[in-house]
Each structure stands twice: as structure tokens, then as C-alpha cells.
Nanobody, 129 residues
Framework: QVQVVQSGGGLVQSGGSLRLSCTASAFAVDSVGVGWFRQATGKEREGVACISKSDGSTYYTDPVKGRFTISRDTNKRTVYLQGNNLQREHTAVYYC??????????????????????WGQGTQVTVSS
């Protein structure tokens, strides 16, 4: 059974930094794409960052460019999301997930949550002013 376990998150002051971790139990993080999404209260889930399986290319949605960094450690089967200079608008539940490697065009990760399977449990990030 595939498990995706998240850690990190919590309360951070405005302007602070946080690192989220996403560890996979049954797949190598360089053999699949991995994406990070977030969902704020009352809003739809939206993409944040993703890393492609083939060459490790990284992509970010416009609202987070320059503020978040996605990376992976293949030895630890872990993908990270580093957030810097966080502001209140970054408060949300953050999720990571495995990009379905069997979908069309799976070589490049996407920001369509329907392309993903095996989701992590979600982790709350709260930025206080």
C-alpha cells in the first residue's frame, strides 16, 4: 500500500520561513512527479509547485514564484517545499501528491489535481501577523 506522509507546517510569524516534507513509502521520488497544492478556508484547492519525474524540472504557480522552492532527496524518498518570507495569504492546508505516471504527458508535472493520486494527509500552515 502506497503511503505519502507529510510533516512540517505549523504556526509561523509573518516574514518567517517553513519547510514541508513529503515522504513516499512505496515509490522513488525521482520516478514520478510530485506536486504540492494548498487549500485555504473557503477556497478551492490550487497548485503551488511541482517537480517532474524525468529531469527534476521544477514549476511554480504565479502567486508563489520567488517565495517557494520545491526540491527532492531521492535517498530519503522525500520531496520538500521551502517557503520564505511567508505572509498571511499563505495560510492554508498544504498537500503533496504523486503525479500519476501513467497519464498522458506524465514526463512533465502538472497543476491539475485530477492528474494526481496517492495524496498526503495535509498539513496546516498558519502565518500570523
Amino acid at each position: 500500500q502506497v503511503q505519502v506522509v507529510q510533516s512540517g507546517g505549523g504556526l509561523v510569524q509573518s516574514g518567517g520561513s517553513l519547510r514541508l516534507s513529503c515522504t513516499a513509502s512505496a515509490f522513488a521520488v525521482d520516478s514520478v512527479g510530485v506536486g504540492w497544492f494548498r487549500q485555504a478556508t473557503g477556497k478551492e484547492r490550487e497548485g503551488v509547485a511541482c517537480i517532474s519525474k524525468s529531469d527534476g524540472s521544477t514549476y511554480y504557480t504565479d502567486p508563489v514564484k520567488g517565495r517557494f522552492t520545491i526540491s527532492r532527496d531521492t535517498n530519503k524518498r522525500t520531496v520538500y517545499l521551502q517557503g520564505n518570507n511567508l505572509q498571511r495569504e499563505h495560510t492554508a492546508v498544504y498537500y503533496c501528491a504523486e503525479d500519476n505516471p501513467y497519464r498522458p504527458s506524465a514526463e512533465r508535472c502538472s497543476f491539475l489535481w485530477g492528474d494526481y493520486r496517492h495524496w498526503g494527509q495535509g498539513t496546516q500552515v498558519t502565518v500570523s501577523s
